[in-house]
Nanobody, 125 residues
């Protein structure tokens, strides 16, 4: 059974930092596009960042550019999201996702075939 397990969420004050991790198992992680999405209460799931299988290309949504950075370690089957200068608007459940059918990055949630259970990030003002 494929697993994606997120960790690293929590409560932080505005301006603080968190590092999310997502450990993958039971599929060929090193061949997958991986991404982070987030979902705030009452809102749709939103693309945050994505990274190609080799780590050679990375993409961020405009609202997190210059603050968040996605990275991966294929030897550890893990993808990370370093979040700096956090704002209350960043409060959400953060999900990692993997896309194995193609190497093309997309910001559409439905195009990812594996998902983690999510980790809560709460930023206080």
């Amino acid at each position: 059974q494929v697993q994606l397990v997120e960790s690293g969420g929590g409560l932080v004050q505005a301006g603080g930092s968190l590092r999310l991790s997502c450990a993958a198992s039971r599929f060929t992680f090193s061949s997958s596009v991986t991404a982070w999405f987030r979902q705030a209460p009452g809102k749709e799931r939103e693309f945050v960042a994505a990274i190609t299988s080799s780590g050679g290309s990375r993409y961020n949504t405009d609202s997190v550019k210059g603050r968040f950075a996605i990275s991966r370690d294929n030897a550890k089957n893990t993808v990370y999201l370093q979040m700096n200068s956090l704002k209350p608007d960043d409060t959400a459940v953060y999900y990692c996702a993997a896309r194995t059918v193609t190497g093309i990055v997309t910001d559409i949630p439905g195009r990812y075939n594996y998902w983690g259970q999510g980790t809560q990030v709460t930023v206080s003002s």
